[in-house]
C-alpha cells in the first residue's frame, strides 16, 4: 500500500478557503497513494482556547488544560473530511484516542511512544484519506495529553515513522532559505538540507518545523519535506540525511536571533562548584541560559563570566544573581539587552577549513564588533550588538556566497 | 455516597462570568454532597461549528460532522474544572469515552444505552465534582456520537438515571410557567408538575427541557426539577409523577405555537390507502404532520382532509403534494399560514370534566374561531387565526384560574 502523510499547519486550515486549498492538494495525492493528513487547529484557535483557561486560573490543572485545548485539531480533520467527502473522495476523520496515538504520562508536553498502526492500515483498507489531529494524544491512564506548542509537526513525522512513509509538512513559507529574506532580499530556498543543520537552524529561529519533529525524523531516518500550501506546485526544502545532501555547500544558512541579552559577573572565584552556584538557581527559575563565557583575571584567582539568555527573561535573572550575591561572591553584575546573535550553519564546515577565518574577515572588515563566539562542528555562532544585525547578516551571505 | 446530577446549559455557561456563576453554585451544592456536573457547549458554540460544516457541505457525512459539533461541551467543563479547582476545590473534567457513555449506533441524532456507573463511583472517590460533556457518547464502532439538539438535558437524566440521584437542570429561566409570562404577565410559575404534563408543554413549545430528557426521567422515576442558573436561591419547577403532584389542576398550563400551517385537501376519494398516499411522500421528505382532521362530504364518496405542519415546511410540502396530485387524486389544495395552535395541558382532565365546555365558552364569548380540535387524555388543541393568540391565551389563562 502506497502511503503519503501531510501534515498541514494553521494557516493552511485557517479559514474556509484555506481548508479548500488545501482540500485541493490532499485531493491531489490522492490520485497517486493513500493519503494520511496531520492538521493543526485553526490559526488563532488554540491561544483563543488557552486565554479562555487563563481566565480561570494562572496554572490551570494539566489534565482540564490539555482538554480544553486539543479540540481545535479535531473540528479542523472534520471539517477538512466533510469537505472531501463532498468532493467525492472517500475520508474519515479520526479521533487521537481511536487509534489511539499513545504518549507519556505527563501533560502539556508529552512525547509520542507509539501509533497503533494496524487500526490506521484497517481504515485505509475501506477509506482513500484518513485526517489525524496533530497536537494530542492519549496516555497509559487514558486521559488526553498534548505535546506542547508546534506538536503537530511531531505527531505527523511520527505517524510517517510508523507508517515507514515520507512526510510532507504544508505550511505559510516555500521552505527553509539560507537567511531571512527580510533582509537579505538575495536569499535563496535551500532545496535539501541535512537533518543536522536544519536542527541548527530551526532552534536558532528559523521557525519552520518544531525541532522534535526533526529529531524525530533523523532518529528514524524519515524523510521530511516542507512546502507552501499557498504554492503547492513549487518544490519545497527536503530535509534528509547528510549523505543526501549533494550541493554539498560548506555554509547552509545564516540565522539570528534580536531576543538576546547578556549578563557578566565580574570577579568570580576562579574554583570548582562556582558555576553550579550560578547556574543552579537559573535553572530552578526555568531560564535558558545559552553561550558561556569565562575570562581568567590577571591574578588567575578571579574570573570573569558571561552568558546570553532570552532578552524576556533578564529581568527576573537579575534578581535571581543579585540574591544569590554573598554565596556566589562576585564584585559587580553587568547586563545588556542590545545584542544579538548569528550563527552559521552547515555540515561541511566539518571537511572545509577557513569558515570562521572567512567570519572574522567578513566582520572585521564592515569594522562589526564580535563580543561573544562559540563554536560547534557545524555551527559558529557570535554575538554582536543588535543595530549591527541587518549589516552582519548581509555581508556573511555575500561571503559564502549563499545568493548563488 | 451522596450524589447530586447537575446541568448547565448554554447561557449558564456562556461567557467566562456565566462560568464563575455556575461555578458557585457547584461548588454550593460540593459542600452536602458529590457533584456530578453535565454541561452543554457555551451559547452560540454549537451552532458557529454547525454552519462551519455547512460551508463544505449541505450533507455532511455523520460520522465527520459529529466529531466537529462535539467538541464546544468538552471546552466548557475543562474550563469549568479549571475554574473550579482555582477554588480549591478537587475537579475533574471528563470526555465522554474515558467513561464512557455508550449510545446507539446512529449519528447526530443517537440514543444513550448505558453509562459506566463504576467508573463515576471510583473518580467521586478521589474527587469532590466531575464535570461530563452533554450531548455526546460513543458507539459500539467505538466513534464518537452526538444526541441532537437538546441532548445535554438527556445526558444529565441519563447520568442521575445510572447514579439513582436527583437531576436539576440549571437554565436561563426560573422553571416552567402557567404560560408565556410575555403574553400574560400574570402567568405563575409551577412548583410542581407531572412528567406527563411536562411532556405535552415541552413538545408544545415550552422550550424548557428537550422531551426525550423527561420521558427518561419518567421511565426511569427520576427526580427531576428546573432552576434559574442567574437566581439560583429560587425554588424551580419539580418534574415528578403524578402522585406526587399535590396541587393537582384540573388544568396546570396553556401553550401556543405561531410556527403553524395548514393544508387542506379537497375531494379526496374516501377509501383505504389514500391517506398512506399523502402522507407517505411527506414522511420522506422529512415533514412532521401534527394534527389531522377529515370530513366527509356530502355524498359519502369524498372527503376533505385537513392538516398542519410547521410552517417553515408549508412550501416544501405544497411541492410534494402538487407533484403526487394525480397519485393522490385530489380536486383542489388550499393552504394558510396565518394559524397558531394553542393546547390546554393537565393530568386534572382526566377526572375533571368539563374542560373542552369552558374552552368552547371562553372562545366563543371571545368571537375567536376555532378552525381545528385535537383532544387527547390530558390535553386539548385548537386552532385558530393567528391574530387572535395572544386574546385567546390571556382568556383560557384566566377562565382557568391559572394565575391564582
Redesign the interface.
Known sequence: MKIKVLKFGGTSVGS?EA??RSADIIHDWSKKSKVIAVLSAMSGETDR?IN??K???KN??P???D??IS??E??S???M???L??QKIK???L?S??IPIITSSEHMKSRILSINKKFLYDELENFEVLLIPGFQGINNK???TTLGRGGSDTSAVAVAAAMESECIIYTDVEGVFTTDPNIVPKAKKINKIAYEEMLELASQGAKVLQTRSVELAMRKNTKLSVRSSFKPKKIGTMITDEKSVLENNTVSGITYSKDEAKITLSRVQDKPGVSSKIFGPLAKGNINVDMILQNISQDGKFANLSFTLPRLDLEKALKILKKEKSIIGYKKIISSNNISKISVVGVGMRSHAGVAQTLFDTLGKNKINIQVITTSEIKISILIHEDQTDLAVQKLHQAFKLHK
Open positions: 474556509i481548508i479548500k482556547l479562555l483557561t481566565s480561570f486560573s490551570p490543572n489534565i482540564d488544560f482538554n480544553a479540540s481545535g479535531n473540528v480533520c472534520a471539517l473530511s466533510i469537505c467527502n463532498n475520508a474519515k476523520s479521533l484516542w481511536q487514558g486521559e488526553l
